[in-house]
């Protein structure tokens, strides 16, 4: 076959397509080259009006021709002429190059809608999982380095759940006395934390739970 941009007769001129098809049917090699001659510059500028990719309608055209040459005895006379019928081939074949190109775009993107949406979240919910592990690690740290006192209230009341008045019974301590150790506590862990570059989120709150309250 040629190229589409080499010299074409008109449609109208040589010999009528249905004659081209029974030689082709005989096995006339030549019969293809005629055939393609005399109408692939119509068939492309259909394609090409329709998908508006001249690529796209090169691939069309080739489909048809393909076609044609494959099964010369798909064209019935009865139907009307072979133009017509080699013309509706190359709509129909461009209408669905252009239903799958679409389709091939919503594809891609949906693909990069939902990139755009997981991926943030996942990074964010590693990224947080991840400091919180560090800002649980130092806040232990922190902690670990209070008095015993003041570590005890603070971990019976915020790791426990217990209110101020529950770990004064449980540790036989005055409640005033626990609330001025969680009190003072409290202080020197955001001292600690401060110092550790942690920010008052990821800190223990400074105010303690309530009398006759749980966490």
Do not use: C, N
Not at 57 to 75: I, K, N, S
Not at 95 to 113: L, N, P
Not at 136 to 142: D, F, I
């Amino acid at each position: 076959m040629g190229l589409v941009s080499s010299p074409a007769r008109r449609v109208g001129d040589g010999p009528a397509g249905a004659d081209l098809l029974l030689r082709m049917r005989a096995g006339d090699r030549s019969a293809v080259d005629e055939l393609y001659d005399r109408y692939s510059r119509p068939a492309f500028a259909l394609a090409r009006r329709i998908l508006t990719d001249d690529v796209l309608a090169e691939d069309v055209l080739q489909d048809v021709f393909l076609t044609v040459w494959r099964d010369p005895g798909a064209f019935d006379a009865a139907r009307g002429s072979f133009s017509s019928w080699l013309m509706a081939m190359v709509h129909h074949k461009a209408v669905d190059a252009v239903r799958r190109e679409e389709s091939h775009r919503r594809r891609q993107t949906r693909a990069a809608d939902d990139l755009a949406l997981t991926t943030p979240t996942s990074s964010r919910d590693v990224e947080d999982e991840a400091w919180s592990r560090v800002v649980s690690e130092q806040v232990r740290g922190a902690l670990s380095a209070l008095p015993a006192p003041q570590r005890e209230a603070l971990t019976l009341a915020y790791y426990g759940g217990y209110t101020q008045r529950e770990v004064a019974a449980l540790t036989s301590t005055p409640l005033g006395t626990v609330k001025t150790r969680m009190l003072a506590g409290m202080r020197r862990l955001r001292e600690e934390l401060g110092s550790a570059g942690v920010g008052p989120g990821g800190a223990l709150s400074e105010s303690a739970p309530a009398d006759g309250t749980s966490r």
